[in-house]
């Protein structure tokens, strides 16, 4: 049965809000730039997904990344593996990284969400599996000792059974204090900590160590994420597991990062990874390793994707979207089921997405 073609593809450039803005060791995040993606198909079904930038001053390029590759594909069948495969080898002499990586995982997400629509069925459906209620964790900034006790009391009231905090203040006293200050709060819940690449890896090797005895579920980024030569020194050199995976382009660097033992835990962004179908691929890879993989953000499509991933470990919980859509993915008793809505089951709320429309 053929599939309809792609009709048209709309953008919105909006700044999303957030419940608690985000600091990490590189700088502040009041809200989150993103670019809603609606794909409309021939038959009329549309595909809605999103990508998301950390900078607003960025949003435009993002936006038009997201154009430019939808005009090569305008007219095209809306079959998702078939439009991902035609774009990388459309691509090839540019390079799907980065910003355009993105912008590529934005519109599979898209087209994989209207696949689902026009079967009238969920995505993990659409994907060969079974709902699945997933361990959520709940992610936030970079808080000091006395800061982070409130922000732990939030995860421990609405029973989240994880918590993760960035670390990477100036000394390894104030990461320590802050983490210990979290943990005596959350009790046997998990903590995990996150230095977004601050650390040089002697200053990882140094403070890594010492964390060793702190009771962590991980230790993620501690340098550049691409080092992966480095980053297998950590994993061979601590005991608490290394977790990277984030900023993975696509499942090349998976299979690079495997190859060199870079981590003991992987965690698998679906727009850096390009979409549903890289994710796929990428949850293959994993599966035959056998290392456990976990989200980036994007709750609603990771929460299909992970009930399609065989070693699907924690869920990130960092709501960007919630205020945004028309129907939420509630926490249910600690945990998140993904919705049983055709495709992603998201619907923009056109109210709010007017009000926080970015010029």
């Not at 210990?180 to 819940?189: I, P, T, Y």
Request: aromatic share 8%.
């Amino acid at each position: 049965m053929s599939v309809a073609g792609i009709r048209e593809i709309r953008t919105t450039r909006v700044n999303a809000p957030i419940r608690r803005p985000l600091r990490n060791a590189s700088g502040f995040i009041p809200h989150f730039p993103v670019v809603l993606i609606d794909v409309e198909r021939e038959d009329g079904v549309i595909g809605r997904a999103y990508s998301q930038i950390y900078f607003g001053e960025l949003l435009p390029a993002l936006e038009g990344s997201i154009q430019s590759l939808g005009a090569l594909v305008k007219g095209m069948p809306a079959a998702p593996r078939d439009v991902h495969d035609f774009l990388l080898k459309r691509m090839r002499l540019w390079g799907v990284k980065n910003t355009f990586a993105t912008a590529m995982g934005g519109l599979d997400m898209a087209l994989w969400d209207a696949y689902a629509k026009s079967r009238n069925e969920p995505l993990y459906a659409t994907l060969g599996a079974q709902p699945r209620a997933l361990k959520p964790y709940y992610s936030v900034g970079l808080y000091d000792a006395k800061s982070v006790v409130e922000v732990a009391e939030e995860a421990v009231r609405e029973n989240y059974p994880g918590l993760k905090i960035k670390a990477g203040f100036p000394t390894l006293a104030e990461d320590l204090a802050a983490i210990r200050a979290a943990k005596k709060v959350l009790g046997d819940r998990a903590l995990m900590i996150d230095y977004n690449q601050s650390l040089t890896l002697a200053e990882a090797m140094i403070r890594c160590r010492a964390l060793d005895d702190e009771g962590l579920e991980w230790i993620e980024e501690p340098i550049l994420a691409d080092d992966y030569d480095g980053n297998a020194r950590l994993a061979d050199a601590v005991t608490t597991p290394i977790q990277i995976g984030e900023n993975f382009n696509g499942p090349e660097d998976m299979q690079t990062a495997l190859a060199a033992k870079s981590m003991d835990y992987v965690m698998i962004d679906p727009q850096f990874i390009r979409g549903v179908t890289g994710w796929l691929d990428t949850a293959a890879l994993a599966r035959v390793s056998g290392v456990e993989m976990s989200s980036h953000t994007f709750v609603e499509a990771s929460s299909h994707l992970l009930c399609a991933t065989p070693t699907a470990h924690w869920l990130e919980h960092m709501d960007v979207m919630g205020q945004l859509l028309k129907d939420p993915f509630p926490l249910v008793d600690g945990t998140l089921t993904p919705p049983d809505r055709p495709g992603l089951g998201m619907e923009w709320n056109e109210e709010m997405v007017a009000k926080h429309r970015a010029s």
